[in-house]
């Protein structure tokens, strides 16, 4: 049987997308990310060529929306003090 596939997120841009596709993956989530060829063609990161379309069977789609909610709130991002990070280099 053929997978059924959900859109459940838009970024602008390849790069974008595939932070958000690795994201997912990290999380055992299965995805994909679609952009227009004409975006990809011309490095579009802007407009509706420029988007990249984000897209996960539909069996993944709460898990995947619940992790994408979180990442937005912050969660995810790293302190200001970096001290308790010793392999990040500091500028």
Do not use: H
Not at 6 to 24: C, F, H, K, M, R
Request: no cysteine; aromatic share 8%; hydrophobic share 40%.
């Amino acid at each position: 049987m053929e997978k059924q596939w959900v859109e459940i997120y838009t970024v602008p841009g390849q790069l974008n997308a595939a932070i958000i596709v690795d994201l997912l993956k990290s999380y055992g989530i299965e995805a994909t990310a679609i952009q227009e060829s004409a975006g990809i063609t011309y490095g579009l990161i802007l407009g509706s060529l420029g988007e990249a379309k984000i897209y996960v069977p539909i069996e993944f789609e709460d898990a995947a929306k619940d992790l994408l909610q979180r990442m937005e709130s912050g969660e995810f991002t790293l302190p200001d003090d970096l001290s308790q990070f010793p392999d990040i280099p500091e500028n």
